[in-house]
């Protein structure tokens, strides 16, 4: 499937960009509250980095008109993200983070990871597992 | 001599008999206490138990059957009764704790193999065992999610039964199952990285002929089980007792702006197309220069590997690589499974890789 891509930047710190994306990967529920055809790229601060199960979370916050805005990006499960490179420490809390995710559809602040770049310049992926 | 089964001697020794067979009518009486036949346990030798102990990861997609493509259904050759009751219950997917399904293994599984039982501890599921020392299916069974499995060894293949499965366990898709459900396997390693499990899910009572895959693993020999409490963070339930408060952002989050509008203002969805990246992925510190490009031998499997790391719970060996464009600082490929098409990127090396569909 191909879809347009077309980049929006925000008037302030965070950008919002339309490409082709894919969720995590997810035993746990479904996909459908998230809209896998728009990735949505957020600036931010990291608030916290919850390496959890069923569902990792970054809590991300982002200025946007000047006003910080929790995000909440869900990630896979920690077997999941540590046999492919990720880990308690992949974030710490003050890391300056550009997120990729799938939105909400319901457009409550948070989504589905797509990727991360660190601040070294890493980048990390979490794909959907295909099926 | 037939003389000496008269008098107190007999009755000694009816009595006798009486009482070792009501001990052994007992054993048998309470389910799952291990059910011999005549002549006790026969246990197969250590030497001669197969290799497959360790890690495994599941080849393929999440479903029940790769041989089907992926946009054909997934259910049980019910008849019309059981076809009745299966109406309207919801597609849960192949997924879940219980024979069969544990066996599609979303994630990773550990097998154990001692004279008593092959061992299969999968990550998200209970674990399940097969005896392999000559124990029956138990007389009076207590079902179970994963049922009572026996298995005996026709050469290097295990076979294997498993009856007494839970009535609310449901087959893959969450389709009912009768109490006549039985599965059969037969258990094999080709080579040395790989196990397959063929599954044949027999239900004279609600299919019209049995129901078969075959379910292939890969070894992973520097694997150690991850735990998976699904506890421990999760915010799919209604108070919402994963850390961080509910799904929707954080509890803590001040409320959004009410004006998402000037957005569309400063950028016209006509706004012109970048090329690769998202502009704002442009502010980041670039990535060190790669000086390893990937070995020619080596290739495919290192883009393999490489589009796992992007993607996750996936076995390397189920990608297909094709269209390979190399730069001095990327390589892009397509990756194939059996269904979905992922256009890859990463840094020279394989490193940094990204996949979308």
Same mark, same amino acid.
């Given at each position: 499937?191909?879809?347009?891509?077309?980049?929006?930047?925000?008037?302030?710190?965070?950008?919002?960009?339309?490409?082709?994306?894919?969720?995590?990967?997810?035993?746990?529920?479904?996909?459908?509250?998230?809209?896998?055809?728009?990735?949505?790229?957020?600036?931010?601060?990291?608030?916290?980095?919850?390496?959890?199960?069923?569902?990792?979370?970054?809590?991300?916050i982002v200025l946007e008109n000047g006003t910080p805005i929790e995000y909440g990006v869900e990630g896979a499960s920690?077997?999941?993200?540590?046999?492919?490179?990720?880990?308690?420490?992949?974030?710490?809390?003050?890391?300056?983070?550009?997120i990729v995710m799938n939105p909400l559809r319901d457009g409550t602040k948070g989504g589905a990871f797509v990727k991360a770049t660190l601040p070294s310049g890493k980048t990390l992926s979490a794909g959907q597992t295909p099926g | 001599m037939k003389s000496?089964?008269?008098?107190?001697?007999?009755?000694?020794?009816?009595?006798?008999?009486?009482?070792?067979? +009501?001990?052994?009518?007992?054993?048998?009486?309470?389910?799952?206490?291990?059910?011999?036949?005549?002549?006790?346990?026969?246990?197969?030798?250590?030497?001669?138990?197969?290799?497959w102990n360790g890690m495994w990861e599941r080849d393929g997609d999440i479903v029940w059957d790769d041989r089907i493509a992926p946009d054909q259904?997934?259910?049980?050759?019910?008849?019309? =009764?059981?076809?009745?009751?299966?109406?309207?219950?919801?597609?849960?997917?192949?997924?879940?704790?219980?024979?069969?399904?544990?066996?599609?293994?979303?994630f990773p599984m550990e097998v154990e193999i001692n004279q008593r039982e092959m061992l299969i501890v999968g990550e998200s599921s209970a674990p399940?065992?097969?005896?392999?020392?000559g124990r029956l299916h138990p007389e009076d069974p207590l079902p179970s999610s994963t049922g009572h499995s026996i298995g005996q060894?026709?050469?290097? =293949? +295990?076979?294997?039964?498993?009856?007494?499965?839970?009535?609310?366990?449901?087959?893959?898709?969450?389709?009912?199952?009768s109490d006549a459900l039985h599965i059969k396997e037969r258990i094999w390693a080709p080579d040395a990285n790989t196990l397959l499990d063929e599954i044949t899910v027999e239900d004279p009572k609600a299919f019209l002929k049995p129901w078969t895959t075959v379910k292939t693993f890969r070894r992973r020999p520097d694997w150690e089980p991850v735990e998976y409490d699904r506890q421990e963070n999760d915010r799919d339930t209604p108070a919402g007792r994963g850390r961080g408060g509910p799904?929707?952002?954080?509890? =803590?989050?001040?409320?959004?702006?009410?004006?998402?509008?000037?957005?569309?203002?400063a950028a016209p969805p006509a706004a012109p197309v970048p090329p690769v990246a998202p502009t704002a992925s442009a502010s980041a510190s670039p990535a060190p220069a790669r000086s390893r490009p990937l070995g020619k031998p080596a290739d495919v499997v290192a883009l393999q590997k490489a589009t796992v790391r992007a993607v996750g719970a996936m076995a390397w060996e189920s990608v297909k690589i094709s269209n390979v464009q190399r730069d001095p600082t990327t390589v892009k490929w397509v990756a194939a499974t059996r269904s979905a098409q992922l256009h890859c990127t990463a840094a020279a090396d394989g490193d940094d890789s990204v996949c979308e569909r």
């Open positions: 499937m191909k879809f347009a891509r077309a980049a929006f930047l925000l008037p302030l710190a965070s950008a919002l960009c339309v490409t082709a994306g894919a969720a995590p990967a997810s035993a746990h529920h479904s996909y459908a509250m998230f809209d896998r055809t728009k990735a949505v790229t957020l600036e931010g601060t990291v608030k916290e980095w919850q390496f959890t199960n069923p569902h990792s979370w970054l809590q991300l920690v077997n999941t993200l540590i046999r492919i490179g990720w880990g308690p420490k992949t974030f710490k809390a003050g890391d300056k983070v550009t | 000496g089964f008269t008098g107190p001697r007999r009755r000694a020794r009816v009595t006798a008999a009486v009482v070792v067979g +009501l001990s052994w009518v007992g054993g048998h009486a309470w389910a799952q206490t291990a059910n011999y036949p005549a002549g006790g346990p026969k246990p197969p030798s250590w030497s001669s138990l197969p290799a259904p997934q259910t049980p050759p019910y008849n019309a =009764e059981y076809q009745k009751r299966a109406a309207g219950i919801p597609n849960r997917g192949p997924v879940g704790p219980g024979m069969p399904n544990m066996m599609t293994m979303i399940r065992r097969i005896y392999i020392d060894w026709k050469g290097k =293949e +295990l076979l294997v039964d498993t009856c007494c499965i839970k009535d609310s366990t449901p087959l893959p898709g969450g389709g009912p199952h799904r929707a952002g954080g509890a =803590e989050a001040p409320a959004a702006p009410p004006a998402p509008a000037p957005v569309a203002s």
